[in-house]
T-cell receptor, first 113, second 111 residues
């Protein structure tokens, strides 16, 4: 089993609030990713990081921001939540090497009212 | 990244073998083929990866013809717990590359 954790698992919050979704992994992986997925729809990469102090925007434009101060930690922040941010957010990590296997966390289901 | 095409959905009965085919006509020489499985409300999980011919693990088999323009994920004797979305991905096995999951194939196992 992969050791990648996300908190909270579920979050219901009002419009305009600032939120941070936590993601941490204990596998020492250098690469970490954030995906956004609406129910029944495909995953969209919104942020990724190749290591400490490295962050890049993904294929889907997102108003969220990320930081990578420590290898094991990759939090995602929304400064002002809106109903359009309602979605499932999945964090993943991988190790540079032969296998292109990404390990996914359980996800955070965010609802903005 | 090579674009992949796979059926949107498939149904099968319990106990049958299920084959899901993925087309990747523009696959590059250095590209590998990787399959992921995703259950509702969970993150995707790696199933199998291959480059050519046949790969088998405890969960599935992956068949890749010589021209590598398609691949088939084979699930032996499926059960209800195999109901999930299955994604086919194609890309290189090294370097800083992002994965694109696409829409996947929604497999429903019927009792």
């Amino acid at each position: 089993e992969a050791d990648i954790y996300q908190t909270p698992r579920y979050l219901v919050i009002g419009t305009g609030k600032k939120i941070t979704l936590e993601c941490s992994q204990t596998m020492g992986h250098d690469k970490m990713y954030w995906y956004q997925q609406d129910p029944g729809m495909e995953l969209h990469l919104i942020h990724y990081s190749y290591g400490v102090n490295s962050t890049e925007k993904g294929d889907l434009s997102s108003e969220s921001t990320v930081s990578r101060i420590r290898t094991e930690h990759f939090p995602l922040t929304l400064e002002s939540a809106r109903p359009s941010h309602t979605s499932q957010y999945l964090c993943a990590s991988s190790k540079t090497g032969d296998r292109r296997e990404q390990y996914f966390g359980p996800g955070t289901r965010l609802t903005v009212t | 990244l090579a674009k992949t095409t796979q059926p949107i959905s498939m149904d099968s009965y319990e106990g049958q073998e299920v084959n899901i085919t993925c087309s990747h006509n523009n696959i590059a020489t250095n590209d590998y083929i990787t399959w992921y499985q995703q259950f509702p409300s969970q993150g995707p999980r790696f199933i199998i990866q291959g480059y050519k011919t046949k790969v088998t693990n405890e969960v599935a088999s992956l068949f890749i013809p010589a021209d590598r323009k398609s691949s088939t994920l084979s699930l032996p004797r499926v059960s209800l717990s195999d109901t999930a979305v299955y994604y086919c991905l194609v890309g290189t096995n090294f370097g800083n590359e992002k994965l694109t999951f696409g829409t996947g194939t929604r497999l429903t196992i019927i009792p």
